[in-house]
């Protein structure tokens, strides 16, 4: 069982940027692909990136591209987003997930998310 621990998130003024963590245990990390979700108040859940497990494939929702980055340390068993050019629609729960099989998903393991709030 693999549990995951998100971190990072916070209040920011609209262009600024931040960086969400998600620490992993239970598992081999390095044998997981990560994806980020998240879910504004009202909406349903959505994709925001994923990376494989080895690193060498990263996806983007149209909404985050050349502004989020995705990135993973499996020494540390932790997967990291980058998020600049934050805008006020950025604003929601930051969950991260886990899944062995396809980086396209459904992911097994979830966080509990972290809040991020983009003031305009």
């Known amino acids: 069982q693999v549990q995951l621990v998100e971190s990072g998130g916070g209040l920011v003024q609209a262009g600024g940027s931040l960086r969400l963590s998600c620490a992993t245990s239970?598992?081999?990390?390095?044998?997981?692909?990560m994806g980020w979700f998240r879910q504004a108040p009202g909406k349903e859940r959505e994709f925001v990136a994923a990376?494989?497990?080895?690193?060498?494939?990263?996806h983007y929702a149209d909404s985050v591209k050349g502004r989020f980055t995705i990135s993973r340390d499996n020494a540390k068993n932790t997967v990291y987003l980058q998020m600049n050019s934050l805008k006020p629609e950025d604003t929601a729960v930051y969950y991260c997930a886990a899944d062995q099989r396809r980086i396209a998903g459904p992911y097994d393991y979830w966080g509990q998310g972290t809040q991020v709030t983009v003031s305009s």
């Open positions: 990376i494989r497990w080895s690193g060498s494939i990263t």
């Open positions: 239970g598992g081999t990390f390095s044998s997981y692909n």
